[in-house]
């Protein structure tokens, strides 16, 4: 196990000190070692330490535990499991503690920034999203300014240097903190950052810069999208501020359900249900397709329930590569719950006939009655 280092000899105080007492050296020291101000080559890791022991024994539960067993479970970053080492509370961390002390520029309100990005929300058709389609949309957004075309004053009006910040757009603020007082800079709040005060704001954007404004835009869903897919409109959503770029637009699709057919990516997938003489036989049906055409399906002779049959290149594009995927039927061989008094018969007749010479009935008699169930079925569902 590492030596436990001695907390109080890092930060050169007795162990009777007070708080204060460590503040006071802990400020010091931090000032002499930080790694932006001392190029040492330990520099980093004696600041390391110096705010290890820091975090120890400023806190009295720590200070505590610490007196009483010599360590205080730190881990490797410094500071307590889970804090790493970030012990003054600064998001940043190193970068933010060296701001603290001499004063960092952390957002200017004159600067550019990228327009907000906007979401809705459409509804399509089933053949729509296999297809693809056009459609108009009514986008409110944040546009330009028309009237001051972004200048934030009144056309023809002038902007007078801000005494404030001396037209830089910057100001220095004096904060205290446990290192005493620091210096900060930060945006002039008179002229918002801007370096010019607007003598006249613009009558329509109050000086913003931007307007809100109804836009009719065209949303291009492309041939095989699926329920829940975003289509992106490039630099639709509201305008940047200060020059910068436009955001986008996010349309969420909610794609209908199909009465006869449902997706699995670009295959189109449907249920083909069977009576049992056109399962036995084999049979021809035609499938109306998304386009209104009529698609002959042909079903095989002994075919059974859970059975997969595919049409290649019949079912709709793959969004990515454009190749067509596949028809697929998925057979359900339907036993009549209900049967005519002749389609009983024709059961029993064929039970008795399974029950003689298989082999020799085969051929003929089998196939026979069949056809004979289909024209009975036939004609019953007709």
Not at 10 to 27: W, Y
């Amino acid at each position: 196990m590492a030596t436990q280092k001695d907390y109080y000899n890092l930060l050169g105080v007795s162990r009777d000190a007070t708080e204060e007492d460590i503040r006071r050296a802990f400020r010091g020291l931090a000032m002499e070692w930080h790694p932006d101000r001392n190029k040492a080559k330990d520099a980093a890791e004696r600041f390391k330490e110096i705010n290890e022991a820091y975090q120890v024994l400023i806190d009295p539960e720590k200070r505590r535990m610490y007196d009483r067993f010599g360590r205080a479970d730190i881990d490797p970053n410094g500071g307590w499991p889970g804090r790493g080492f970030d012990g003054f509370d600064f998001p940043g961390g190193v970068g933010d503690i060296f701001d603290a002390f001499f004063g960092g520029f952390r957002g200017n309100a004159n600067a550019s920034a990228k327009g907000r990005d906007l979401q809705y929300s459409m509804t399509i058709g089933f053949e729509e999203a296999a297809m693809g389609i056009e459609r108009e949309v009514q986008i409110s957004r944040q546009e330009i300014c028309t009237r001051c075309n972004g200048e934030l004053a009144e056309p023809g009006t002038d902007k007078e240097h801000c005494s404030n910040c001396g037209g830089s757009g910057q100001v220095r603020r004096t904060q205290s903190s446990v290192f005493g007082q620091f210096v900060q800079v930060v945006a002039c709040s008179s002229c918002r950052g801007l370096g010019k005060v607007i003598l006249t704001p613009c009558a329509t954007c109050k000086a913003s810069g931007r307007e809100r404004s109804t836009r009719k835009v065209m949303v291009n869903v492309p041939a095989g999208v699926e329920d829940g897919m975003r289509v992106r409109l490039s630099g639709e959503g509201d305008a940047g501020v200060n020059g910068g770029r436009p955001g986008d637009v996010f349309v969420s699709l909610t794609v209908k359900p199909h009465p006869f057919f449902r997706r699995d990516k670009e295959h189109l997938v449907f249920d083909l249900p069977l009576n049992v003489a056109n399962a036995a036989l084999g049979t021809t049906i035609e499938i109306p397709m998304l386009d209104g055409e009529l698609e002959t399906f042909e079903v095989p002779a002994g075919v059974h329930s859970g059975a997969v049959l595919r049409k290649r290149g019949k079912g709709v594009p793959n969004l990515h590569n454009g190749r067509y995927g596949d028809l697929i039927g998925l057979v359900s061989v339907m036993t009549p719950q209900k049967m005519s008094p002749r389609t009983r018969e024709l059961f029993e007749e064929l039970s008795e006939s399974l029950e003689q010479d298989e082999e020799a009935y085969a051929a003929n008699g089998v196939k026979s009655w069949f056809r004979k169930l289909k024209d009975v079925l036939t004609g019953e569902s007709s």
